[in-house]
């Protein structure tokens, strides 16, 4: 056969190459603190999601290894079937009391969470309410759930009234990030709340970036906006990751007790997967703990977030990189063109010092960025060493 389409990957992975395609490093180890150890070498990391530094906790690890004692390294089937441990349920129970919603449901991923939510939510006839920013899960469950999709301008909450007014669907879902993962800025959510109440829909909140970070003791955004235990709550669903700021793996959605009852029969993603391994959720529990406990994370964390802003602003001026105005532990900075983005990007690999840089399509066009993900486990040393870095490297990539 001539002209086959599977011969044309080499040549379609060249063109990648040409845009520069994304790499994947073997991560080795991590090498204590924020650094990590990658192609032989010891690189201070600003890319990771481990806002609160549990990911390497040795309780949290002690917990791993106990749960694998208990119900073994694999769930051996679906929730529905066998795979639902005690340990699982127990976590459950843990999660819906420290966001303060009645009743939670635990995934595997976050990912085939909202792949799998949102279908069990919309069908074809209801409409669905997008941020024009919102992750790439949301996005993709939004398209299979077979809704009419309107997707309104970032965090524009006329343009979202506006298109729920217009809307005619009996079922109206509005979905949105809590935090926004590539520019750290936050969405209003007694506001969003308060145009769904008038508008008879109901709000998914994906919480990745705020859960275990934001609010009282970490609790998330819902809690940093007063809503923890509230009975207003009853329209919002409330999911977050939890190998994020959580440090371990898995997802988990909370909210009014039926809707959650509805999306363990319906999730396709739930029902027909293997349930997460008990071990998991064992570690999970402890994380949950210290996440509660141990204010001092969020105040270190805040700290170096400040830090970090008040010394790009004074070192950058009059350059035109710009970070956004976000005062989350993601930290974009704003390059511009793709090419001086990774420019930036290889400058300070070459230095041991590691920050993505995120391209369109990713983002917008003209707005290539270094995303600087802060952590607790970074120390005052590391974010100076990163602000100097940085600004001699804007006098001499100009
Ligand atoms: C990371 C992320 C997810 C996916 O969660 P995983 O557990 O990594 O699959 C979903 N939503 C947002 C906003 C995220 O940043």
């Not at 309410?129 to 398209?143: E, K, P, V």
């Not at 506001?191 to 769904?196: K, N, P």
């Not at 809503?227 to 909370?254: E, H, S």
């Not at 909210?255 to 993603?269: H, I, M």
């Amino acid at each position: 056969m001539t002209n086959s389409w599977l011969d044309e990957f080499p040549a379609r992975i060249e063109e990648l190459d040409q845009a520069h395609l994304r790499r994947r490093r073997a991560v080795v180890a991590p090498d204590g603190g924020a650094r990590l150890r990658v192609d032989g070498r010891s690189m201070l990391a600003f890319c990771s999601n481990d806002y609160l530094g549990l990911s390497q906790h040795p309780e949290m690890v002690q917990a791993a290894c106990d749960g694998a004692q208990t119900f073994g390294v694999g769930s051996g089937g679906s929730p529905l079937v066998s795979g639902h441990s005690a340990a699982n349920e127990a976590l459950e129970h843990e999660l819906a009391a420290f966001v303060g919603l009645p009743r939670a449901l635990y995934f595997y991923a976050g990912f085939s969470t909202n792949v799998g939510i949102i279908p069990a939510l919309v069908g074809a006839g209801d409409a669905i309410f997008s941020d024009a920013l919102n992750h790439a899960c949301l996005i993709d469950g939004a398209r299979l759930s077979r809704a009419q999709i309107h997707r309104y301008a970032h965090i524009d909450l006329d343009s979202l009234d506006h298109e729920l007014k217009h809307s005619s669907a009996r079922r109206k879902l509005v979905i949105s990030d809590a935090v926004f993962s590539m520019d750290g800025t936050c969405a209003d959510i007694p506001a969003l709340l308060a145009l769904c109440e008038r508008h008879d829909a109901l709000l998914l909140l994906d919480d990745a970036h705020g859960f275990g970070v934001r609010g009282p003791q970490g609790r998330g955004s819902l809690a940093d906006a007063g809503l923890y235990d509230d009975q207003g709550t009853r329209r919002v669903l409330y999911m977050a990751t939890l190998g994020k700021a959580a440090g371990v793996a898995g997802a988990f959605v909370a909210g009014d007790a039926a809707l959650v009852e509805w999306l363990l029969q319906k999730t396709r993603s739930y029902t027909f997967a293997t349930a997460a391994p008990a071990l998991l959720a064992s570690a999970l529990s402890i994380s949950l703990r210290v996440i509660a406990k141990e204010d001092w994370r969020r105040s270190h964390l805040n700290l170096l977030i400040a830090r970090l802003r008040s010394g790009l602003a004074a070192g950058l001026q009059g350059s035109d990189w710009q970070l956004t105005e976000s005062h989350t532990a993601i930290q974009p900075l704003l390059i511009g063109a793709n090419d001086k983005a990774l420019a930036v990007m290889q400058a300070l690999r070459e230095q041991g010092i590691w920050v993505p840089a995120i391209r369109p399509p990713t983002v917008q066009e003209g707005t290539a960025r270094l995303r600087i993900a802060l952590s607790a486990a970074h120390g005052e040393a590391d974010v100076d060493l990163l602000i100097e870095t940085l600004i001699t490297l804007s006098r001499s990539l100009r």
